[in-house]
Structure formats: C-alpha cells, structure tokens
C-alpha cells in the first residue's frame, strides 16, 4: 500500500459503521444479517477446498492483460497459486458476496472479470436458479475456468471471452435487465465510469452494483466518488476494500455509507 492508502485505511477503520451506528432499518439488518452473520452455508467447505487446491498450484500460466494490471504480479507468467493469493477476491469478501446473493436472490448476474473462476463459483453456487454470464478478457484465464466449472459441475454458468469494451454492452443488449453486476477488471477511471454507465442502461430499483478494488489507486477513488455522486443511485456503500450501489426507490435521500468489514 502507498502511504496515501494507508492513510485512508486509517481513517477507514476510525470512522466505519457497525451495527451500533446504523440506525436505518434497512442498513441496520443488512449488517447483522450479511456482515455481522457468520452462518457456515454448506457450500463454504467445497469453495474454501477449492481455494486451498488453487493456492496450492504451482502451474505456470499465460496472462494477457487489457486492464490496469496487478500491483503484485508484474510478470505476464504467472503461476496459479500467486494468482489466487493476489488476484482474486478473499474468503472474507467472497462468503459476504454469497451472503448477499443468497439474501436478495438474483435472476441475472454479470460478472466483468473471471479470473480463476473461484468467485464465479461463489456467484453461481449462492442462487443456484440464477444465471451467470461472466466475460473474461485472457484466453488462458478462460480456459482455466473453463475447466473449473466443468469439474465442479456448475451448470448455472455463461462464459464469454472477450473485451469487456466490446462484449459488455453486447451481453447487455441481449438481456431485458441486470439485478447483479460484479465489476472487478481494468482499474482505471475511464473505463470504469464507462461500464458503470454502460451498466445504468439495465438496471432497476432493485439492482445491485459491486465494485471491487476502489481504492486500488486514484483513479479508482475518483471513480468511486463520481460513482457515489451519480443521480441515479440511492444509496453507496464502502467497505474499503469494494463498495455497492443500490437504486432503491425506498431511499428518498441519497445516502453513502463507510460499513465496517
């Protein structure tokens, strides 16, 4: 972390809300049930064993990268372990994001960013009934999870390989409407802000927006911010690490929120 980050982090952690602190109903619940709820699902121990195989593999793969790249992994050979340690969302965040997808149940899920596949394993396994269409810019990382998918037998999965630029508001014009987007790929601002608004083209009142990485650098915090300020959404959330946006007709006043995870 650069000391500007740290600095935040710092000042994230002193000024975070817990359940103490929210006082609306609706955030109050969303705490206790998604954050503060450490309910074991029973699909917990096949994902976290099949993190510990991914962690454990020490195959060499070839990236090719349209994004802002990785802070960590400078090489475009990468063994899968470095990957999983460094590239994909944790344990922590992966379970919360089933816990909310389990929650609100979503019918159509997009996820920009397939990596390894492991999280998209979290995405599908959570609503079962759900559809997920995940897009995944490197051949190789498609093909990785391509076989993943097939060894877990999940059925539930849609992959596209391809340009976010290009196959996201392609996959967008095929589909009525959007209720889950996970955004996790190309951390720069400008294409960041433009998938957002490519985004706001689908979604309804109960869609949900996650963004991972937001302060991965200084684009990603002023995309973040400019994000929040959108007229269109209701309520921001920030968890430090990523943050959601809601379009609740519900919320009246706009309302952004630092929740502690």
Not at 99 to 122: C, D, F, H, M, V
Not at 135 to 141: D, Q, R
């Amino acid at each position: 972390m650069s000391l500007s980050t740290i600095l935040k982090y710092i000042n994230y952690q002193l000024t975070a809300c817990n359940e103490h602190d929210l006082h609306s109903p609706f955030l109050y619940n969303f705490y206790m049930e998604l954050i503060k709820n450490k309910y074991p699902f029973s699909d917990f121990k096949q994902l976290q064993l099949v993190r510990t195989q991914l962690l454990q593999n020490q195959t060499h793969i070839g990236i090719t990268d349209f994004g802002a790249g990785s802070k960590k992994l400078n090489s475009n050979k990468r063994r899968i372990s470095d990957i999983s340690k460094h590239g994909i969302a944790t344990q922590k965040q992966a379970e919360f994001i089933y816990r909310l997808l389990n929650a609100y149940q979503p019918k159509t899920i997009i996820e920009l960013g397939t990596s390894l596949g492991l999280t998209t394993l979290y995405l599908a396994k959570s609503v079962p009934k759900s559809t997920i269409y995940t897009i995944e810019g490197c051949p190789n990382l498609f093909q990785f999870s391509y076989q993943l998918f097939h060894k877990q037998k999940q059925k539930n999965i849609h992959q596209i390989q391809g340009n976010f630029d290009i196959e996201f508001p392609k996959l967008l014009q095929s589909l009525e409407s959007v209720d889950f987007i996970y955004i996790d790929g190309n951390h720069a601002y400008e294409p960041t802000m433009r998938y957002f608004k490519t985004a706001l083209t689908k979604k309804t009142p109960q869609t949900i927006m996650m963004f991972d990485d937001i302060n991965w650098s200084n684009e990603m915090q002023k995309a973040w911010k400019d994000i929040q300020l959108n007229p269109e959404v209701t309520l921001s959330l920030d968890f430090f690490y990523f943050g959601l946006v809601l379009f609740r007709t519900e919320h009246k006043e706009k309302e952004h929120v630092v929740i502690k995870f």
